[in-house]
């Protein structure tokens, strides 16, 4: 099965900051990852897919980069609704679709 | 619009089962799939399985092979979840989820705490 890794597990960072995350998978996946935002109790929420195709609705500051093995998401400059922890998942249909180990992104 | 109306909380012994419901509206149920996902408390996001909506074909996550069935009620749009031989590692919010061919979760149910304890 593919493995996927996230990382930093934990980044702190100030309103305004560019913040990356990266995912790497263990073996290539082409564009299938996606990219979620989740807030505590609350369900995730998609952002990206296809490695950089923008979900409709989602601020444009949020952009996805990658293919192959790694990966990035990119907030260009935070905002305060952006504190909340972010997992990558692969979708290539011949593989059960995991999740990393997500990147919780603190208010420095 | 799309929604996932799933059961509500559940407390289990251990060893015993559980099956969860997923009421899905707004759309064809039968041209998309189910994923299951399920969060531990203060964990990631682990993913279980899917099924489809269309013929039923399944796929789970090897660590739950044996204990886990997806199924599904075409007639009232409704997908299921079982859970067997409960342990309390299985206590997190499970979640239903919607998926397309070669796509990501678009939509997900509002999640069902499982607890798991004697």
């Known amino acids: 099965d593919i493995q996927m890794t996230q990382s930093p597990s934990t980044l702190s960072a100030s309103v305004g900051d560019r913040v990356t995350i990266t995912c790497r998978a263990s073996q290539s996946i082409s564009s299938w990852l996606a990219w979620y935002q989740q807030k505590p109790g609350k369900a995730p929420k998609l952002l990206i897919y296809k490695a950089s195709s923008l979900e409709s609705g989602v601020p444009s500051r949020f952009s996805g980069s990658g293919s192959g093995t790694e990966f990035t998401l990119t907030i260009s400059s935070l905002q305060p609704d952006d504190f909340a922890t972010y997992y990558c998942q692969q979708y290539n249909s011949y593989s059960p679709f995991a999740f990393g180990g997500g990147t919780k992104v603190e208010i420095k | 619009q799309v929604q996932l109306v799933q059961s509500g909380a559940e407390v289990k012994k251990p060893g015993a089962s559980v099956k969860v419901s997923c009421k899905a509206s707004?759309?064809?149920?039968?041209?998309?799939?189910i994923s299951w996902v399920r969060q531990a408390p203060g964990q990631g996001l682990e993913w279980m399985g899917w099924?489809?909506?269309?013929?039923?074909?399944?796929n789970y996550a090897q660590k739950l092979q044996g204990r886990v069935t997806m199924t599904t009620d075409t007639s009232t749009s409704t997908a299921y979840m079982e859970l067997r031989s409960l342990r309390s590692d299985d206590t997190a919010v499970y979640y239903c989820?919607?998926?397309?061919?070669?796509?990501?979760?678009?939509?997900w149910g509002q999640g069902t705490l499982v607890t798991v304890s004697s």
């Open positions: 099924i489809s909506a269309y013929n039923g074909n399944t």
């Open positions: 707004g759309y064809t149920f039968t041209s998309y799939g």
């Open positions: 989820a919607r998926v397309d061919t070669a796509a990501p979760i678009d939509y």
